[in-house]
């Protein structure tokens, strides 16, 4: 049903071309704090750093994932179903997947294979983030280059053919005797680290006006409840 709604707005929308007006009628229907909220999430939201997660099977840790990109504005999540099935607890992601895009890789032949075709196809580098690989810690990690974070599942962690393809690795210090991280822990080690380094950075890493707006109405939609009925009743009274 949900998806059906969804697909009905799509097709409304695909009808309007100024998106702006669209999103300015529909802000009358929605509180003046909560526009403004928006704009302020925008201001941090990116897409220069994008995360990729491999086969996760525990609900708790892809739900984590999500919840943890949003909060440090990353905007895409990309979420490869090789062997397991994507599933998110709303007791633990708080509805992030609400305001991120998540990609799944689900149908493919090869579902590791296209999403980091698609991702290097879009100008990212591939990183593979493991403890047995040498590389850069977050610390000294080059951030000018638009990056693609891969995590692997719990058990296994990253293929080799993510290993074998990436430009380069990422790994997060441990100073112990476990020989890794919680995968939803060593997300949120590694972003909160990149992600400061790059809001002090002058890399041009903040979303374009058109894909601000493109979210700003997306979350307008998504936050008001009679929104398709609203759309409807635009297009049928435009001039």
């Not at 058990?155 to 890794?180: C, H, Q, R, W």
């Amino acid at each position: 049903m949900k998806c059906t709604r969804m697909n009905r707005i799509a097709e409304y929308l695909e009808q309007i071309e100024d998106k702006k007006a669209l999103l300015q009628y529909l802000q009358q229907y929605m509180t003046a704090e909560r526009s403004i909220r928006f704009q302020d999430v925008l201001r941090f939201r990116t897409r220069h750093f994008t995360v990729a997660v491999e086969d996760v099977f525990k609900e708790r840790n892809a739900s984590a994932i999500i919840r943890t990109a949003d909060c440090f504005g990353i905007q895409d999540v990309h979420i490869i179903e090789n062997q397991n099935e994507y599933q998110i607890s709303e007791n633990i992601s708080k509805g992030a997947e609400k305001w991120v895009n998540v990609h799944i890789y689900d149908d493919r032949s090869n579902n590791t294979g296209a999403c980091i075709s698609d991702l290097k196809n879009m100008g990212y580098q591939i990183v593979a983030t493991s403890p047995h690989a040498s590389g850069s810690g977050p610390d000294d990690f080059d951030i000018s280059r638009k990056s693609a974070f891969f995590l692997g599942g719990e058990k296994e962690g990253l293929t080799d053919e993510v290993l074998d393809k990436a430009n380069g690795y990422i790994k997060i210090p441990m100073y112990g005797f476990t020989e890794s991280y919680n995968i939803s822990v060593a997300g949120a080690l590694m972003l909160y680290q990149l992600t400061r380094r790059l809001h002090q950075s002058d890399i041009n890493w903040k979303l374009t006006i058109e894909e601000q707006l493109e979210l700003q109405l997306d979350w307008t939609i998504k936050t008001i409840a009679s929104s398709e009925n609203l759309i409807k009743k635009y297009l049928e009274n435009r001039p």
